[in-house]
């Protein structure tokens, strides 16, 4: 069904929208869909942080003289 919307069907889209709600309210809900990318990829890269230094914290910590009798 999306196959068929050209350029001239997306740019008619983008009128009604713009028609409907106005640029100030579009340009702010821009700025919340921005803000919540921001903080999306921020949370990505705090848990992928948070799994390294557990990775880290779970090194083998067998003494060596242990290690050897295996």
Do not use: H, Q, W, Y
């Not at 196959?3 to 997306?10: A, E, R, S």
């Not at 009604?16 to 106005?22: E, I, M, N, S």
Request: no cysteine; proline share 3%; net charge negative.
């Amino acid at each position: 069904m999306l196959n068929n919307i050209g350029l001239p069907g997306l740019l008619l889209i983008a009128v009604v929208v713009l028609v409907l709600f106005g640029r100030g309210k579009i340009s702010s809900l821009m700025g919340e869909v921005g803000k919540g990318i921001t903080a999306f990829k921020r949370g990505v890269k705090d848990g992928t942080e948070e799994i390294e230094n557990d990775l880290e914290a779970a090194k083998d910590i067998t003494p060596d003289a242990e290690k050897d009798k295996a």
